[in-house]
Every structure is written in C-alpha cells, then in structure tokens.
C-alpha cells in the first residue's frame, strides 16, 4: 500500500473513530422489560413525541391473540409473546423492526389454561434477550430459552407455579443467570395461604442460561403474592439482587441467592417493578396497607428501622412502576393521576390528572416522559419541577403493555396490534 493510500486509510479510521461513540448513544436496544437499565430510561434522542392512527405510524402489525407483555428489540428484530386458543398456546412473534413483517410466528409452549385475575392475561411476561437467545417465562413457571429462529433450546420445569392472579413477572438477566420471582400462592383447596396470609414457600430462581440447570434457589422466609420485575445494584462492592414481593423488599447474594437483608412492607398483591437511584430502592406495596416506600440499599438482617428512609400512602400506584429521573420520582396510578416527588424526600413537587387508567409503566427519552393510558392516549410532558405537557396522542385502542424504545421509534403494544411510532 503506498503512502497516499495508507494516510488516507489512517484518516478515514481516525474520523469513524470520532463520530462512532455519539451514533451509539443515538441507537440501543430494547432487551427486557423496561429497557437497558431496567428503569424505563432509553439515552436515544429526537424520539416522537407527536402521532394518531392516521399520522406518524411508521407501520402497524396486528397481533393474534391476547397478552400484556411488552415488546423488546434486539437489533434488527422485535419479539413479543401472546397467547391463542384461549391461553392454551404461548406464541413468540419475530418482527422486523424497519418494516414491520412477522419473521416467524411459533407456538413456544402447551400451557394450561389455569386460574388467573380477569385482568391479567396467559402472555403477560415481558421476554427478556442476550441478544442469541430469547428467554420467556410460563404461567406454569417453566422458564424457556428460544433461539434466534423460534427454535425451544431448553426448558426448565423444576418449579410449579401457582398464583392467584396468574403470572405477570418479567426474567432478568445477569451475567450467565436467568432470574425470575416467582411469589406465588396455595392453589385450591387453601387459595387463601401465600395470597392473604403469609407462607415461606416464593422462590427467587437462578438459572444457567446456556442449560437451563439451576444454579441456586433464594428464599424470602415469610411473605405474600407479587409480580415485581426484581433489579440489579452495586451495594458496598457487591451486585445484589433487589426485589420485592407481598411484605418484603429484600437484597439477595447474587452468587448463592443466600438473603442478605430485608424491610418489612405490608401489603399483598404487589405488581410495580423494583426503581433504583441516588442509594435508594423505590417501591409500591400491594393491597391491605398501600405505600410508596424509599429504603436505603445495604445493611444486614433486619434493617427495617435503620434503613427506611421515607414513606407515602398517597395516590400509591397498584401496577404501573415509578420512574427515577434525578432528582424526580414519577408515577401514574389506576385513577388517573400523575404525580412527580423528590426522590430523597418524597416530598411532592407535582400532581396533575390525566384522566383514564395506568397499568403501563411509563418511560422516559430525551427529557420527557411518556405517560401511556389504558385507553391509548398518550400524554407527553417534559421531565422537571413544572408539569407542562408537550403533546397528547391518541390511538384509540387499548393499551396495558408497557412503552419500548429503539433505534430513535416508539413501540407500542395495542390489545390488537404492535404499532412502531416514527417517521
């Protein structure tokens, strides 16, 4: 190669160098439930804040079947799960994320039609990707890794589940484990023992994601019915697993499962995922003694007294988790409200009604946060100390699967179609 040719060579990798960390910034995947971090924060810029039916749809693919998991995107491709034949069979979709094919459509699993809320559905796990395999919860509590070509690896069946509610918690991944929740209940003929009156029989799983083998099993000691997405933090050195189920928020060794420290939450039910931010763990108690509690991460043992820092028992949301936007914690209850606290305080620094109903979580993108109703209206306000709203949208149908964001598009899931928002 002669000079010429090699300084320009040397120039046009020295440029691609320069502009290659700020085009990653602009595109990330959507893997799990509530994004990269788990919190509902995409880094993207330029996302559309603006659309109806008839505008702005970059395409629209009807869905088959019903379910109330939220899409995740790797690459090229969204998945999403449903279920047919009344819940019988637990479908997983490939989508191409420009066009909006379907790629494949497989049945992944025969699951039984069990006992479950009339509000939840037979697909309301929220699959989570490695980006080689998909990894999809079943209401049996089966944990299942799919290739990328819709093929079941592997199929763990060493716990059965049973809830009252049916299943609505989403997989996390860490390292080489799959970790899923299950806070189930007693089914017939004591339905009532793990939903209304404590037991000791939750499971916090760990599975090896090459062979589905488990790896530990994590105890909660006593506790109630939950559907919390558990969360990954740094305490003191150490990653943890931090989660949260009916009268517990709890820390767990993420290397033996072994529990390293608990706060007592009372309440049954519980749904909103695990928030983290400034040192602190964010939750929402279930049912019987509803509260926003703020919990200082660390400790050992019991360290309820010594580690709770504020509570609320205020607009508490039942189903959609909270948002932690420094220095903000944002919600958006069932009734329709929308409120934004201080996260270190909890003092409240905005309450406004939205109207309609939440169970989508909301989620935030380049200083403004998405607020999605069960009605399909979507309200868009500008993250901060003052509640201005930027645009309202409306697509009426309805809408309980939480918000995706990717590749600089909305995604969003209808009880009829998965719609992606763009340009």
């Not at 943890?240 to 189920?245: H, N, R, V, Y």
């Not at 964001?405 to 763009?422: P, V």
Request: aromatic share 8%; hydrophobic share 40%.
């Amino acid at each position: 190669m002669d000079t010429k040719i090699r300084a320009r060579a040397w120039f046009a990798a020295l440029f691609l160098t320069a502009i290659l960390p700020a085009a990653v910034v602009q595109s990330e995947d959507w893997p799990w439930f509530r994004g990269p971090g788990r919190q509902g924060i995409s880094r993207e810029k330029d996302i559309p804040v603006r659309w109806n039916a008839g505008s702005n749809i970059r395409w629209k693919t009807p869905i088959p079947g019903a379910g109330w998991s939220s899409p995740i995107v790797s690459g090229e491709r969204v998945f999403v799960t449903t279920a047919v034949e009344g819940g019988s069979s637990l479908r997983l979709i490939c989508l191409d994320r420009r066009k909006g094919t379907v790629i494949w459509d497989k049945e992944i699993a025969r699951q039984k039609a069990g006992h479950k809320q009339g509000y939840n559905s037979y697909a309301t796990s929220t699959p989570a990707t490695d980006g080689t395999r998909i990894y999809v919860p079943v209401c049996d509590g089966r944990v299942l890794a799919v290739s990328g070509d819709g093929e079941v690896q592997w199929s763990n069946a060493d716990f059965e589940y049973y809830s009252e509610h049916g299943l609505a918690v989403s997989p996390v991944l860490y390292e080489d484990l799959v970790l899923v929740a299950f806070d189930g209940s007693s089914p017939p003929p004591t339905p009532k023992v793990g939903w209304q009156v404590p037991w000791d029989k939750a499971v916090l799983l760990a599975l090896d994601k090459h062979t589905g083998r488990v790896r530990w099993k994590g105890s909660r000691d006593s506790s109630r019915i939950a559907h919390v997405t558990p969360q990954i933090a740094s305490v003191e050195g150490q990653d943890q697993l931090i989660s949260a189920a009916g009268d517990v928020i709890q820390g767990h060794d993420l290397k033996t499962g072994a529990r390293l420290w608990t706060v007592a939450s009372p309440g049954e039910g519980v749904v909103p995922s695990i928030v983290l931010g400034e040192g602190l763990v964010f939750t929402a108690s279930g049912f019987g003694a509803s509260r926003i509690c703020a919990v200082r991460l660390g400790g050992r043992g019991d360290v309820t007294r010594t580690h709770t820092v504020w509570e609320s028992k205020e607009d508490v949301p039942k189903i959609a988790s909270m948002l932690y936007v420094a220095p903000h914690l944002y919600l958006a209850t069932e009734t329709g409200v929308a409120k934004c606290l201080r996260a270190a305080t909890g003092e409240v620094v905005w309450r406004e009604r939205l109207g309609g109903k939440f169970s989508a979580s909301p989620v935030w993108a380049d200083g403004k946060i998405y607020f999605l109703a069960e009605n399909g209206k979507m309200t868009v306000v500008e993250d901060g100390p003052a509640f201005q709203v930027v645009a309202q949208n409306e697509l009426g149908e309805t809408c309980c699967a939480s918000p995706a964001i990717s590749q600089g598009n909305l995604f969003l899931r209808t009880d009829k179609a998965l719609y992606c928002i763009g340009e």
